[in-house]
T-cell receptor, first 113, second 113 residues
Framework: NAGVTQTPKFQVLKTGQSMTLQCAQDMNHNSMYWYRQDPGMGLRLIYYSASEGTTDKGEVPNGYNVSRLNKREFSLRLESAAPSQTSVYFC????????????FGSGTRLTVV | QQQVKQSPQSLIVQKGGISIINCAYENTAFDYFPWYQQFPGKGPALLIAIRPDVSEKKEGRFTISFNKSAKQFSLHIMDSQPGDSATYFCAASFAGGYQKVTFGTGTKLQVIP
């Protein structure tokens, strides 16, 4: 019962480098989400995917891209990392959000220097 | 644009006491109000949730009180224990399908022996 798996758990990037954060869920959930968590700002939605084949912008999408590779996997890409993207990134999934809530992964702590 | 305002930012409660965290929302179309609990190094986990047609929901030591006219809701933790020490997030979303969740800024609770 893995739930939502995120990789890597930690990453340090230099400004301008690119990387992809991976997320996979094994619960057959339709919707998947990427949030970032910053001190004093709670969790802010970056992108979401209502179902396989669809993606939409959330509250803070600038500097990010996503791919819903299949029903299980939803990746987040930083094309040119900036120090402002230093954060903890969480992936989540849900079958029916207003009945079951979200299941979150354990997060990726990203530092951009 | 903060659609869900949460207070206090931090809270210290003695073991056995009552912890109270408050949230206020702006959008009257919100239809689902979950609370999430997050331990250090982990992703948030759904704790308890309520819909606006109910004024109170209790699950064990955790109770949500909901005031629709005031657009406010709160989490009460009775008989608080050191194991309750965590960050708590209130949230709100619209009903149906994949609806994305808007989170409050979080409350760090410390329960001291």
């Amino acid at each position: 019962n893995a739930g939502v798996t995120q990789t890597p758990k930690f990453q340090v990037l230099k400004t301008g480098q690119s990387m992809t954060l991976q997320c996979a869920q094994d619960m057959n959930h339709n919707s998947m989400y990427w949030y970032r968590q910053d001190p004093g700002m709670g969790l802010r939605l970056i992108y979401y995917s209502a179902s396989e084949g669809t993606t939409d912008k959330g509250e803070v999408p600038n500097g990010y891209n996503v791919s819903r590779l299949n029903k299980r996997e939803f990746s987040l890409r930083l094309e040119s990392a900036a120090p402002s993207q230093t954060s903890v990134y969480f992936c989540a999934s849900s079958a029916i959000p207003d009945r079951d809530g979200y299941t979150f992964g354990s997060g990726t702590r990203l530092t951009v220097v | 644009q903060q659609q869900v305002k949460q207070s206090p930012q931090s809270l210290i409660v003695q073991k056995g006491g009552i912890s109270i965290i408050n949230c206020a929302y702006e959008n009257t179309a919100f239809d689902y109000f979950p609370w999430y609990q997050q331990f250090p190094g982990k992703g948030p986990a759904l704790l308890i949730a309520i819909r606006p047609d109910v004024s109170e929901k209790k699950e064990g030591r955790f109770t949500i009180s909901f005031n629709k006219s005031a657009k406010q809701f709160s989490l009460h933790i009775m008989d608080s224990q050191p194991g309750d020490s965590a960050t708590y997030f209130c949230a709100a979303s619209f009903a149906g399908g994949y609806q994305k969740v808007t989170f409050g800024t979080g409350t760090k609770l410390q329960v001291i022996p």
